[in-house]
């Protein structure tokens, strides 16, 4: 049998464990954090350095793969990421294991960005979106496994489980790319716009690093994050004028003159950071509002990214069946929209059960989210740009998914102090209400065997308790109010961005007859 027959599962495969190991081994370096003894700030770059080297490097291939050759590129840093991950399960220091993640992220965005290119050349023209859409696939799938290991597994068997989990497949990888070796696709031409590569990287720095500073800070409210926001910008303004004006650019800046293209590229940052956001909050959710315990909470999580895949395959079908993918977008918001809004109005005795329908439906619409934008933009751009489309959206999921921690930490925060501090009047000394539930609660703890002073003292500190967590559970909800609101203005623009394009194909004169 023809070996070329393997090459598109076996670049499904790569892709899918290059976007498992983009999320897996980095979200869990809060037990890194205590293995090694290291800072919540530093042991949180295990995750940011993986994360930043590979947004870099997954475009950057397209330049670098003409240089090297795309079988060399493959090969090698295919190699590179398999010996890091194997090495980065036997590291005694936490600096090492910093090094080698962060040469990890270069390798692993080589891979996936090269694995990418090779498969869209296996398609001609006409089906470059069959090419897109098992990248998208690999892109949910292996986001997906590697939520789900670090779910079910790290808790159990600790931080380096996942490590040895991705190594046996990465060997297995490389040893299926030396025997399709020859089969592999020759290097594609690519623009020659190198340059580009240093400010696109610089762009990403700095938003980054804004990110980190804002988190932080718990704000804008430092040097730090003014700076690496003023250059990431500037960067980033940079990069635009160069794809304009240079002839054989990085990236085709005239993709923004197609207004489906440039509204579907901020839904994918969207998605990628609603995605990751939702995730997050639905942990502090429930447990540390409904004191789930962690274990339960990390299965709960589990099961649901499930359903991220159920969507996947659900829009392809809707899709092959002829629904046009600006409605699933709109479906996808609306999911969103109406989860929000169901967890922004819950009261402070709600359960776990009213927490399950609406965060089914909020999964499966970030997940219809994603695959449903990127195809929505690809109705618009000219075919011979669909692989460049596919490359760059791959880079702005991921960035989304990487600030996505950042922005909802410092939001909760901020809200739970400023309700803690709004509630304070109910714990004022001269409220008789506040006296009355001190005084029972008091007389509860002597009962259970309390000394007067400390039962008094007791009391107190479950009163002060009870304030800081209702703070935090109003918190919550505030937030997801702001993302109920947020997401019916995406459908408002959807709908506009569809009116003035079905306005102006009804201007356009009819071709004349020959």
């Known amino acids: 049998m023809d070996r070329s027959f393997f090459l598109k599962p076996y670049l499904f495969f790569i892709l899918t464990l290059s976007f498992f190991n983009y999320i897996a081994p980095g979200v869990s370096f809060s037990y890194v954090q205590s293995y090694f003894g290291e800072s919540f700030a530093d042991a949180f770059w295990l995750l940011r350095g ?254 649901l990214v499930v359903f991220v895949l159920l969507s996947a395959i659900m829009v392809a079908v809707l899709v092959r069946q002829g629904f046009k993918p600006v409605w699933i977008v709109i479906v996808a918001l609306l999911c969103i929209a109406l989860q929000s809004y169901t967890f ?18 909020g999964i499966i619409g970030a997940g219809s989210l994603f695959i449903g934008s990127l195809l929505y933009a690809m109705t618009a751009v000219p075919p011979p740009q669909v692989t460049k489309v596919s490359a760059m959206h791959n880079v702005i999921f991921g960035l989304g998914c990487a600030l996505s921690s950042a922005f909802f930490t410092v939001h909760v925060d901020l809200g739970r102090v400023q309700q803690v501090n709004y509630l304070r009047e109910y714990t004022d000394e001269g409220n008789p209400l506040v006296q009355q539930s001190r005084s029972s609660q008091q007389a509860l703890y002597i009962m259970n065997g309390y000394s007067p002073d400390d039962a008094a003292a007791a009391a107190v500190a479950g009163l002060q308790g009870s304030i800081k967590q209702q703070g935090y559970f109003k918190a919550i909800t505030q937030t997801y109010f702001l993302v109920f609101i947020v997401s019916l203005l995406l459908i408002a623009l959807v709908l506009l961005v569809e009116f003035i394009r079905t306005f102006k194909k009804k201007e356009q004169p009819a071709p004349s007859p020959a």
């Open 50 to 303: 993986f994360q930043l080297c590979n947004l870099i490097t997954g475009l950057a291939v397209l330049v670098i793969m003409k240089w090297v050759g795309n079988r060399p590129l493959f090969i090698g840093s295919l190699t590179v990421l398999t010996i890091t991950t194997m090495a980065s399960q036997f590291v005694d220091d936490f600096s090492q294991l910093l090094f080698l993640r962060i040469v990890s992220g270069l390798a692993n965005g080589l891979v996936s960005g090269s694995a990418l290119i090779m498969l869209m050349s296996l398609f001609p023209k006409e089906k470059k979106g069959s090419g897109t859409l098992i990248n998208v696939f690999a892109v949910i799938a292996g986001i997906c496994l590697g939520i789900m290991a670090t779910s079910l597994f790290t808790q159990d068997y600790g931080w380096k489980f996942n490590y040895l989990l991705s190594a046996p497949a990465l060997v297995m990888g490389l040893v299926l790319s030396v025997g399709l070796i020859n089969s592999l696709p020759k290097s594609p031409e690519v623009d020659e716009d190198w340059p580009s590569i240093l400010w696109f990287s610089l762009f990403l720095a700095g938003v980054i690093f804004a990110a980190v500073y804002y988190e932080e800070f718990e704000g804008m409210n430092s040097v730090g994050f003014i700076v690496a926001l003023s250059l990431g910008l500037l960067s980033g303004l940079v990069f635009f004028i160069r794809s304009l004006t240079h002839g054989k650019p990085l990236l085709d800046a005239s993709l923004v003159l197609y207004p489906q293209f440039t509204f579907a590229t901020g839904l994918i940052f969207l998605a990628g950071f609603h995605f990751v956001g939702m995730v997050s909050m639905l942990a502090k959710l429930l447990g540390g509002v409904l004191k789930m315990p962690l274990a339960d909470v990390l299965s709960f999580i589990a099961v």
């Open 344 to 361: 922004s109005r819950f009261a402070d005795d709600f359960s776990f059960n009213l927490v399950l329908k609406p965060a089914f439906i």
